[in-house]
Every structure is written in C-alpha cells, then in structure tokens.
C-alpha cells in the first residue's frame, strides 16, 4: 500500500466516523460538511486508484497492488451493479379452463424489478398433474415446448403458457379437488446483463401447486430433481 493510499483510506474512515458521529448528536450540519469531506476524499482515492490503473498499462513490469483505494473502488462497482442489475420474480400466475373436458392452460407472469434491462431471456416450465408422492421431474435441459426468449426492461412483464392434458379428465378433476392427485406448474428463467456480477447471467426458477382449499395455485418449494442432486 503505497503512502498516498494509506493516507485517503485513513482520511475517509476519519472523516466517516465523525460524520456519524455528528449525527448521533443531533448536529446535522456538521456531520453534512464531515460526509461531503468524506466523498470527496473518496473521490481522489478513486482518481488516484485510476491514475494507477493507467501508469500500470504503461509500465511493462510494474507489481499490482491491492491497495485500499483498490478495495474501496470494488466495493463501490459492486455496489452500483448491484442498484442497477435486473431482478426476475414472478408477478402472477392464472389458471384457464379448469374445468372437466377442457384442455387446462396456466399463464406464469413474471417481471422484472430491477433497474436495467433483463437480455436474452429464456423461460420453459411443465405442468405435472400426478398421484401425491409422485416423483416430480425437474430438468428443463433441451425442453422446448413452452419456452419463450426475449428481453424484458425495467418494470416490464413476459409471461410463459403451460399446457394440461388434452381433456381433463373426470377422475383427476375430482382427484386435485379432494388431494388426491396434485398439479405443479414449475420452471426455470435464464436472463442476462452487464450489471450481473460474475458470469453476467442468472435464473430464476418458479413453483406453484394447486391448492384444494383456495382452488388456486399457491407457491411451493421447488423441488430437485435427481439429477440436480446428484450435481450437490
């Protein structure tokens, strides 16, 4: 750490403590002038950081050093990827046709709460209708049907349609309405952005199970597949 380094990093942990401390004792304009003296202090550990970065590139042999001014400038990048990347959630999920002889539809909706833009964004799920206890497969590897790709921006929606069986039958009607079989719309969402720390990509994997009290579909725990539990 080289002198100049030492001195900001002591410098900004000064000046924040006394900003904070100046504000647990009710001097606002005080501890107002310690934070601005603090973020400019920290302004020219980030000038200095990068004027470093610069002479680095220009000298063939110079030694990388992880200096608190470096420290203080990952944190700050990690920070602000952080207020701006993309967040998936699930806004909504609907159930059409969900009555005896008719083919059930299940529209999964899920935005985005994030600030950037959420790219290249793949979406497949299943809908499973099954005994209770019975083994519930979810790997999505090379699932085609119901997958949808896009982009979605900030405070937008896309949604994804899973199918039932072709005509719902009588028995498995009166069976998900006396729990006796279960229904699980499930699925994974792939997005990507700049702003995502790492391999810049993430998901997002969705469960929800009709519910024979509220005859709607509730959100359950996702459960893995063998092979993903094998890969643990």
């Known amino acids: 750490m080289t002198a100049i380094a030492y001195s900001i990093g002591f410098g900004v942990a000064l000046t924040l403590a006394v900003a904070i401390a100046e504000y647990q004792l009710g001097k606002q304009k005080a501890a107002i002038w310690w934070g601005l003296a603090c973020w400019i202090l ?7 950081t990068l004027l470093a ?10 030694s990388t050093e992880n200096t608190g001014a470096n420290v ?3 944190g700050l990048e990690a ?12 806004s909504a999920i ?10 059930l539809t299940v529209i999964v909706r899920f935005q985005n709460d994030g600030r950037a833009p959420a790219s290249d964004v793949k979406a497949v799920g299943k809908l499973d209708i099954a005994p209770i206890g019975a083994f519930v497969d979810m790997r999505y590897d090379g699932l085609d049907v119901g997958g949808s790709t896009g982009t979605i921006g900030s405070g937008k929606a896309m949604e994804i349609v899973l199918f039932g069986p072709p005509a719902m039958s009588r028995k498995i009607f009166a069976g998900l309405h006396k ?6 719309a499930h699925g994974r969402v792939t997005y990507r952005s700049q702003y995502i720390m790492g391999s810049g990509q993430d998901e997002m994997r969705f469960c929800h199970q009709f519910d024979p009290e509220t ?18």
């Open 53 to 62: 970065r610069s002479e680095h590139r220009l000298t063939p042999n110079a």
């Open 79 to 90: 920070q602000t990827a952080a207020q701006l990347r993309p967040f998936l959630s699930v």
């Open 72 to 74: 203080l400038v990952s």
């Open 42 to 48: 920290a302004g020219a550990g980030l000038a200095n």
């Open 215 to 232: 005859r709607g579909m509730v959100a359950c725990r996702p459960l893995l597949s063998q092979s993903d539990e094998k890969k643990k």
């Open 94 to 103: 609907e159930m059409h046709n969900f009555q005896v002889g008719n083919e």
């Open 179 to 184: 729990g006796m079989h279960q229904m699980v």
